[in-house]
């Protein structure tokens, strides 16, 4: 249980939090910064408390009405979501607060409505019925993303092979397990500090979900080849691929935000890639862009979205998004779609992904593109993963990933390839014959 000085600083950064105007993760950080005082278990338990809270706020809210504040919320954490004894919270609650929190506590969850009970804004759930989910499966899935994500690690095969990055973080005392389906992955037991490990230091490991490191082996990277990223982010899927290509042929970072690719130089430098190249774009027609079409044999879409998928590490982000939100990014998702495409040579494969479960991000977008490409066809990427000695259960050809399913992330992706331009050939039937004397 909190003490004083844990529950005073939590409440400061809730404060700090619940307008929603920066993300949790970076407001915290910025806390800790500050109140160098706080030693590493305080910031465990307030960190956990936070981000506790946000992933059940909309019960919460619910259980405690529109006029409650934050002191209420957390009295409504504690009893109804973590049913902590009462005797936990006399060291910090008076009389009549304690007996909210025993009233709380014997709340009945399955009074509330749907979108109470699963800990989803109404919005998002309305949008998952319309997709075909069931009440059921929004249930599941709702309270799959309340729980806490696992800590995935990708190893950088240019440098080390799982099993050696095993031994060496058992030795550290770190427990380290083979994620279920990505060749490279590691599931971590616990939360260990690992950006001060010597492996991390010296480019052996990245921390990244198993479901990210899918996406990038859905590239089909291999030596030689050119590739781009085209919407790199702070560069874990680049560095994924570059690992892949084996440091070899040419790999293009694109994005359109300056302090994104200044966060994958650092990470860049660690993974001891040579093959590389970020590229600052000022959109999606950039110039530097309409250079290389044609030229690709693999393209990366991994568009802006929601980001609903990652709520286990983003609780935030439910409160951040909204129904017009998503639609003003499902038409940046197709314009980026349909440009980068212009990058993949015959042949060539494009994948879509997003960490989405929704279907307007996701299905939608690929169905309206390949009805306004007909030059682009479908792959079904469990045929393409089985190649790689993956083995997973899925509903379709597309990749969708499910917490409750997968123990991942809950992204999408949907591999297609440039087919070869039709020849016209002439029919015989047709044909004018030839003069005789032509043949001569």
Known sequence: MLNRTQFDATLDVLHQVLPFTAPADVILSRYFRDERQLGARDRAMIAETVFGLLRHLPRIQWLTGE??????????????????????????????????????????????????????PDWSVAALQAGGM???????????LMQSAPLDLRVNILKMKREGVVEELLAAGIEAKPT???????????KPALNKHSLFLGGGFEVQ???????????????????????????????????????????????????????????LARSGLSNVQP???ASENDQKIKRLAGKMDSVLVDAPCSGLGTLRRNPDLKYRQSA?????????????????????????????????VLPSENTQIVDAF???????????????????RVEIALDGPM?????????????????????????????EANETAAPDDAAS
Not at 370 to 388: G, I, M, S, Y
Not at 409 to 427: E, H, I, N, Y
Request: aromatic share 8%; glycine share 8%; with cysteine.
């Open 399 to 427: 990749l969708q990933l499910w917490p409750q399913t997968h123990a991942a992330d809950g992204f999408f992706a949907a591999v297609m390839t440039r087919k070869a331009a039709k020849v016209a050939v002439p029919d």
């Open 180 to 190: 279920p389906y990505s060749p490279w992955g590691l599931r971590i037991h616990g």
């Open 209 to 267: 979900d198993e479901g990210s490191q899918l996406l990038a082996l859905l590239t089909g990277a291999r030596r030689g080849q050119m590739i781009a990223d085209f919407c790199a982010g702070a560069g874990g899927k680049t560095l994924a691929i570059g690992a892949m290509m084996q440091s070899t042929g040419r790999l293009y970072a694109f994005d359109i935000s300056e302090k994104r690719l200044a966060n994958l130089k650092p990470r």
């Open 370 to 388: 390949l009805a306004a490409h007909p030059d682009f066809e479908l792959l079904d990427v469990r045929e393409l993963l089985a190649k790689e």
């Open 134 to 144: 069931s009440d059921a499966d929004v249930l599941e899935l709702g309270r799959a």
């Open 67 to 120: 006029k409650a504040g934050v002191i209420e919320w957390l009295i409504a954490y504690f009893s109804a979501v973590e049913k902590r004894n009462m005797r936990e919270l006399e060291s910090i609650f008076d009389d009549k607060k304690l007996e909210l929190a025993k009233q709380w506590k014997a709340v009945d969850w399955s009074s509330a409505p749907l979108h109470v009970q699963a800990g989803l």
């Open 324 to 356: 017009k939100s998503v639609q003003e990014l499902n038409a940046k998702q197709a314009s980026i779609l349909a440009s980068a495409a212009r990058l993949v040579k015959t042949g060539g494969r494009l994948v879509y992904a997003t960490c989405s």
């Open 279 to 281: 590229q600052l774009i």
